[in-house]
């Protein structure tokens, strides 16, 4: 096996796509349902204009909810992948703004009541931006649509 076999290891990216698609299924839950705390999160990294928190926050939790499950259920992947990559790219570049401007927010991303964030959660998010490229470029094990939905072929 050639090492860049070794690397593109479909069962890794399989483990890596159910890991990113639980945690953003988590992440949304306490977005959903208690917006309003989320909303005045997404506030306090002063960089959204405020006619736009609202709505951010309110359609945030619901991308990342979908997009989640999409990954879980290995529909669309792909795509799924390029927005769970897209909204972790925004949340990284947030997040250094944020420290580089020395501002003591939480991050906001599990809850409200997250602690002080550090460079650790840029870290985490880079780390997470690289598991999904990874999952982009080399899922192929158990994607439902895959499987088991039929494709109309072009004629």
Same mark, same amino acid.
């Given at each position: $096996?050639?090492?860049?076999?070794?690397?593109?290891?479909?069962?890794?990216?399989?483990? $890596?796509?159910?890991?990113?698609?639980?945690?953003?299924?988590?992440?949304?839950?306490?977005?959903?349902?208690?917006?309003?705390?989320?909303?005045? /999160?997404?506030?306090?990294?002063?960089? =959204?204009?405020?006619?736009?928190?609202?709505? $951010?926050?309110?359609?945030?939790?619901?991308?990342?909810?979908?997009?989640?499950?999409?990954? %879980?259920?290995?529909?669309? %992947?792909?795509?799924?992948?390029? =927005?769970?990559?897209?909204?972790?790219?925004?949340?990284?570049?947030?997040?250094?703004? /944020?420290?580089?401007?020395?501002?003591?927010?939480?991050?906001?991303?599990?809850? /409200?009541?997250?602690?002080?964030?550090?460079?650790?959660?840029?870290?985490? &998010?880079?780390?997470?931006?690289?598991?999904? /490229?990874? =999952?982009?470029?080399? &899922?192929?094990?158990?994607?439902?649509?895959?499987?088991?939905?039929?494709?109309?072929?072009?004629?």
């Amino acid at each position: $096996m050639s090492r860049l076999g070794l690397l593109a290891n479909p069962w890794a990216a399989l483990a $890596m796509r159910l890991y990113l698609g639980g945690v953003f299924v988590y992440a949304s839950i306490y977005k959903i349902n208690f917006a309003a705390e989320f909303a005045e /999160t997404v506030a306090s990294y002063q960089i =959204v204009p405020e006619l736009l928190v609202n709505p $951010m926050a309110v359609v945030l939790p619901w991308l990342e909810l979908v997009a989640g499950l999409l990954l %879980v259920a290995g529909l669309r %992947v792909k795509a799924a992948a390029l =927005v769970i990559n897209f909204l972790l790219a925004v949340f990284s570049l947030a997040i250094a703004v /944020t420290l580089f401007r020395d501002i003591p927010i939480g991050c906001g991303c599990f809850s /409200t009541l997250d602690p002080a964030m550090g460079w650790t959660a840029l870290l985490r &998010d880079l780390v997470w931006l690289g598991m999904g /490229t990874y =999952v982009y470029a080399y &899922d192929r094990k158990f994607q439902l649509e895959r499987n088991f939905l039929v494709r109309v072929k072009e004629s």
